[in-house]
Structure formats: C-alpha cells, structure tokens
T-cell receptor, first 109, second 114 residues
C-alpha cells in the first residue's frame, strides 16, 4: 500500500472548519483514499473515502486533487467532540489497512 | 443494528501464558480483521478472515493466530505471551468486498502482559 504523510498535530477553533491535509504521492490508480478517526480508548471510526471525485457525507467532505497525490478532509463546523486522531489511509484492499501516525486534531473552545 | 462486539474488554496475563480474544461482527458482515495497537508501533494489521478462511495476513509471528466460525464470529489467539504483546487488540468487520469497503471497529480488548 502507498504511504501517507500527515502533520502530527493541528488545532482548530470550535465552530470553525477543520482542514486536515494528507500527501499520498505514490498512490496507484486503483487505490482509494480513506479517512478514519480515533477518539481516545475507542476503536477507529470510519469517516469517508473516495477514489477520484470529491465526496461529502453527513460527517465531512473529502477533496482529492486532480493528480490524486494529496487530499484534504474538511470538518465544516468542528466541535469539541471532533477532538481525535485522524488517519488518512490509501489502499485497495478494504480490510487490510495500513495506518500511519495520523494527525492529532485538538478543537479548542 | 448492533455494532462490533469484542470480549473481554480488559485482560491481564503473565508471560508464557496464552490468550483468546473474541469478536462478534455486525450482522451480515462476513469479513473480520484484527489489528494491534501499541504506543510505539501504532495500529498494525494482523490478519483478515472471510468465510472461515484467512484471506490476508500481516507481518506477525506464528504465535498470533485466528479463526472464523460459520456465523462469522472470530477469535484470535496469542500463545507464549511476551511483554511486548501488551496492546489494544481491535477487531473490525465489513461486508467482505474489496477496495470500496468501510470497516467498522469494535472498542477493543486491552491486554496487559506482566
């Protein structure tokens, strides 16, 4: 699986949009971009995934660049409960994910 | 719909013992995968079972094994426990397709080896 690069930590003000970047320059054509998050002491939670097009669901939006070498996860109105570690993962074997270090997002009042 | 259930939630064992962890997937899900999470190594893939067969395997020693039953429930076993096996063990389930799949994780079993 391709590797990803994420900033180790980010802060965001409550109510503002949180934009989490991810670089995946070696992604291959059939690999998806997945985002999961993990709140302390819980299992990771699926957020969103995409292949080429931008995606949006009730939790977040995923913006994938045209060359697919990077993506951004957008939480439109961050709340304190969004404080978590966010993992960007690329792959095509949905059940065999390679997690990196993730980004620790701290949402502050 | 019930989520992924892992038992027990906490476990304390001593070196040399063996341990069995259990995972009940979401109803209708046929794939179960297992992950180990430690502060030093992060989240690492152990193996995946689909229809009672191991479909994928990570880079872990043979002391780590698993199985899946006909009702899709899965167990993982660690024999001859070492201190380094102390970790949060997470189970995830999915429908079992490829690529375009989302995983649903349980809350994990926290294993402490003394």
């Amino acid at each position: 699986d391709a590797k990803t690069t994420q900033p180790p930590s980010m802060d965001c003000a409550e109510g503002r949009a949180a934009n989490l970047p991810c670089n995946h320059s070696t992604i291959s054509g059939n690999e998806y971009v997945y985002w999961y998050r993990q709140i302390h002491s819980q299992g990771p939670q699926y957020i969103i995934h995409g292949l080429k097009n931008n995606e949006t669901n009730e939790m977040a939006s995923l913006i994938i660049t045209e060359d697919r070498k990077s993506s951004t996860l957008i939480l439109p109105h961050a709340t304190l409960r969004d404080t978590a570690v966010y993992y960007c993962i690329v792959g095509n074997a949905g059940n065999m994910l390679t997690f990196g270090g993730g980004t620790r997002l701290m949402v502050k009042p | 719909k019930a989520g992924v259930t892992q038992t027990p939630r906490y476990l304390i064992k001593t070196r040399g013992q063996q341990v069995t962890l259990s995972c009940s997937p979401i109803s209708g899900h046929r794939s179960v995968s297992w992950y180990q999470q430690t502060p030093g190594q992060g989240l690492q893939f152990l193996f995946e079972y689909f229809s009672e067969t191991q479909r994928n395997k990570g880079n872990f020693p043979g002391r780590f094994s698993g199985r899946q039953f006909s009702n899709s429930r899965s167990e993982m076993n660690v024999s001859t426990l070492e201190l380094g096996d102390s970790a949060l063990y997470l189970c995830a389930s999915s429908r079992g397709g490829r690529g375009d799949e989302k995983l649903f994780f349980g809350s994990g079993t926290q294993l402490s080896v003394l």
